[in-house]
């Protein structure tokens, strides 16, 4: 049974372009959410997938989007990307919308922003 | 808005010593992780914690949660080097439609030393 994946592993932009980072979630899981690991800090929330829809948004800006696929899977975007934005992208996967198991991540993307 | 603080941030110990790394949140709720990463890594889940009073234990890992203190401990016992990774406690921010993004402390930096 496979764990949650994310691709690509890493991932090199310049300040200005634009990112698309994708998650397939844990087989029987159909709620993702993506997570920002900035360099020696705890994940911040982005925001929550479910039924292809944003369910809830952690605090960032509109540079940050995302999709959810009939399949379950998703996808980030970030626009207009900034030294800031350098972190590791991690996917969680759950079953359901209200459940109360756990979560799991993926291995996530290391995005650098040059 | 939730916050979350972890202490120690950084904690050296050495093998065969008992450690407590303590989780506090400042609003409503019930139910906490707890998550290991080690260097370069994705998280790992250690304990979901869904109810006042639950106690959790798994090797020389034991885990509880006070929801009306709003504190979460975790407790080592006897430590090994191979407990050497970053802690991380997290809470559920619900909102409405049963979404349940995670606020995450900063994490913990734990070295155990022959």
């Known amino acids: 049974d496979a764990g949650v994946t994310q691709s690509p592993t890493h991932l090199i932009k310049t300040r200005g372009q634009q990112v698309t980072l994708r998650c397939s979630p844990k087989s029987g899981h159909d709620t993702v959410s993506w997570y920002q690991q900035a360099l020696g800090q705890g994940p911040q929330f982005i925001f929550q997938?479910?039924?292809?829809?944003?369910?809830q948004r952690g605090n960032f800006p509109d540079r940050f989007s995302g999709h959810q696929f009939p399949n379950y899977s998703s996808e980030l975007n970030v626009n207009a990307l900034l030294l800031g934005d350098s972190a590791l992208y991690l996917c969680?996967?759950?079953?359901?919308?209200?459940?109360?198991?756990?979560?799991?991540f993926g291995p996530g993307t290391r995005l650098t922003v040059l | 808005e939730l916050k979350v603080e972890q202490n120690p941030l950084f904690l050296s110990m050495q093998e065969g010593k008992n450690y407590t790394i303590y989780c506090n949140y400042s609003?409503?709720?019930?139910?906490l992780y707890w998550y290991r990463q080690d260097p370069g890594k994705s998280l790992e889940s250690l304990f979901v914690?869904?109810?006042?009073?639950a106690v959790k234990q798994e090797g020389r890992l034991m885990a509880s949660l006070d929801t009306k203190a709003r504190l979460s401990t975790l407790h080592i016992t006897a430590a090994v080097h191979d407990l050497s990774a970053t802690y991380f406690c997290a809470v559920v921010v619900y909102s409405g439609g049963g979404a349940d993004g995670l606020t995450f402390g900063k994490g913990t930096h734990l070295i155990i030393q022959p």
């Open positions: 997938y479910y039924e292809e829809e944003e369910r």
């Open positions: 609003t409503t709720s019930d139910r």
């Open positions: 914690l869904l109810s006042n009073g």
């Open positions: 969680a996967s759950r079953p359901g919308l209200a459940g109360v198991g756990e979560q799991f």
